[in-house]
C-alpha cells in the first residue's frame, strides 16, 4: 500500500465515510491513475478531464459513475494532497466546469 493511498484511507475514516463509499473512492482513484501510468500526485487538471471523457466516451459509464469518480478526484486533491502538502492546485474546485 502507498503512503498516499494510506493517507486517504485514513483522511476518509476520519471524515466517517461509509465503507461502501471508501471503496468506491479507492477503485475510482485507483483506475484513474493505472490509466495514466502514473501517481495522481503526478496528475493535473488536463488528465482529470480526460478521464472524464474517457469515462463518459470510451468506457459508456454512466453519469453517476461519473459523479463518483469525480468526488473520488475531488476527495484526494482538496483533502488527500492538500492536507499533506502535495498539491497547490486542485484540480477538482466546484466552480470548475469539468469537474462536476
Known amino acids: 500500500m502507498t503512503p498516499l493511498r494510506r493517507r486517504m484511507i485514513e483522511d476518509m475514516r476520519v471524515r466517517s465515510l461509509a465503507a461502501n463509499t471508501q471503496r468506491a473512492y479507492l477503485q475510482q482513484v485507483s483506475a484513474f491513475a493505472q490509466h495514466f501510468g502514473r501517481s495522481p500526485e503526478l496528475l493535473d487538471l488536463e488528465e482529470v478531464h480526460a478521464w472524464q ?48
Open 53 to 100: 471523457v474517457h469515462l463518459i466516451e470510451v468506457q459508456r459509464r454512466s453519469s453517476s459513475t461519473l459523479v463518483v469518480a469525480t468526488a473520488a478526484l475531488r476527495f484526494l486533491y482538496n483533502v488527500t494532497l492538500n492536507a499533506i502538502g502535495q498539491s497547490t492546485r486542485s484540480p477538482c474546485r466546484r466552480h470548475r466546469a469539468s469537474c462536476r
